[in-house]
């Protein structure tokens, strides 16, 4: 199933479990501004290390969820969280409700990559290419929020979600196409959606 904004935002109010209109604008904002930067990205943002048989294939990939834990993201925002001045009382809750809403988000997600050297096969993918600024400024235009507490709370997230992104998540991918005899190992490039 694609990535949705309006899912990711169910996700992130049903874990934090915060209500009111402000709220509903700051999870809308983080959804779409997340989502936006990931799949509208100019830039591949998936790459592969492959095996198989040899030629070239494409790749449908899915996320290893023992690689999309809640738990290391939950410490990863915290930490960044506090970096950022941001440690009120309702942190812990911010933390973990949204590490909950995007490893789920994630597990909903679909890769589409293109294999050189390899024409039938699997790869492990992960990400590339992210960066924090880029997902903050995406974030700060989707919720229209301005103020420095504001970029401070985005920055944090930004920091440690693109931190965990690609430091932790890996995507098992399946590749299909024309292939010769033999063994062959090759890399892959594509996109989240």
């Not at 930490?79 to 941001?86: F, K, N, S, V």
């Not at 992104?165 to 090759?186: C, Q, Y």
Request: one cysteine or more; a neutral charge; hydrophobic letters at 40%.
């Amino acid at each position: 199933m694609p990535m949705s904004p309006p899912n990711y935002k169910a996700l992130i109010i049903t874990n934090t479990g915060w209500t009111g209109s402000q709220f509903e604008r700051m999870a809308s904002g983080i959804a779409n501004g997340f989502t936006t930067y990931l799949t509208a990205n100019p830039l591949p943002v998936i790459s592969s290390l492959d095996s198989g048989a040899p030629g070239a294939g494409a790749g449908t990939g899915t996320v290893l969820a023992p690689t999309c834990s809640p738990t290391v993201l939950r410490g990863l925002l915290a930490a960044a969280l506090t970096t950022e001045g941001i440690d009120g009382p309702n942190t812990s809750e911010l933390s973990r409700g949204l590490s909950i809403a995007t490893c789920t988000y994630l597990g909903t997600a679909l890769t589409s990559t293109a294999h050189a050297g390899v024409g039938t096969g699997t790869g492990v993918g992960f990400f590339v290419g992210l960066d924090p600024t880029g997902l903050r400024n995406s974030i700060l235009v989707a919720t229209g929020f301005t103020g420095s507490n504001w970029n401070g709370l985005v920055s944090g997230i930004s920091n440690a979600i693109t931190t965990f992104l690609l430091s932790n998540v890996r995507f098992t991918i399946a590749i299909a196409g024309p292939a010769g005899p033999g063994a062959a190992a090759g890399a892959g490039t594509g996109r989240i959606y």
